[in-house]
């Protein structure tokens, strides 16, 4: 399965843009990076997700590379709502199925 | 608040006990996943199920049995579990079936299980 590799933390001040990076160097065409975040003792949440073009919602925005083997999620004016564990995660085909492999996150700390 | 309804939030039980975690979504899906996550761990993937049919099992454990009734409930059967299960145990869906790679995963809030 494709791996996605993460930095442990990082810190943000409130009302700047957090730039969190992801390195899936063996993504394969078809696999779409995912991104999810999880506040403690709450459900993944999901953000956004790409498969090679740029995307923009409503929560972030989805930066990848021309070779598709790193990303960086962008949320553009972090706030203290935003401190939470951010999953870079590519999805696989499996058989009849296929699934989500989680990185090891990155705890994102968003500071007043 | 999460579309997809997870009962109960908490469950303690002994090795030797029978119990059932529910996941239940209103919104459609077709799609239905169940994972595992340890403390400070990523969640695990363990079954998903595609139009109510079981379309994979990460080789887990047999004192864990899924079961999908309908197209928006799932349960995961518990027995003769092991201290090491204790975890908090996620359910999810998606729109179609779950060989479609575009389509999010909306999660629940979990059960929280502890094994005596």
Redesign the interface.
């Known amino acids: 399965d494709a791996k996605t590799t993460q930095p442990p933390s990082m810190d943000c001040a409130e009302g700047r843009a957090a730039n969190l990076p992801c390195n899936h160097s063996t993504i394969s065409g078809?696999?779409?990076v995912?991104w999810?975040r999880q506040i403690h003792?709450?459900?993944?949440?999901?953000i956004i997700?790409g498969?090679k073009n740029n995307e923009t919602n409503e929560m972030a925005s989805l930066i990848i590379t021309e070779d598709r083997k790193s990303s960086t999620l962008i949320l553009p004016h972090a706030t203290l709502r935003d401190t939470a564990v951010y999953?870079c995660i590519v999805?696989v085909?499996?058989?009849?199925?296929?699934?989500?492999v989680?990185?090891?996150?990155t705890i994102l700390r968003v500071k007043s | 608040d999460?579309e997809?309804t997870q009962t109960p939030k908490h469950l303690v039980m002994g090795m030797t006990n029978k119990k059932s975690l529910k996941c239940e979504q209103h919104m459609g899906h077709r799609?239905m996943y169940w994972y595992k996550q340890k403390a400070k761990k990523?969640?695990?993937?363990m079954f998903?199920y595609?139009y109510e049919k079981l379309?994979?099992n990460?080789s887990v454990p047999s004192r864990f049995s899924p079961e999908c009734p309908n197209s928006s409930l799932l349960n995961l059967h518990l027995h003769a579990l092991q201290p090491e299960d204790s975890a908090l145990y996620?359910c999810?869906s998606s729109p179609g079936a779950?060989?479609?790679?575009?389509q999010?995963?909306?999660?629940?809030?979990?059960t929280r299980l502890s094994i005596l």
């Open positions: 078809n696999e779409y995912y999810y003792s709450q459900g993944p949440q999901y997700h498969l999953y999805r085909e499996r058989g009849y199925g296929n699934k989500l989680f990185g090891a996150g | 999460t997809v799609a990523p969640p695990e993937l998903v595609s379309s994979i990460e996620l999810a779950a060989r479609a790679l575009n999010p995963q909306h999660f629940g809030d979990g």
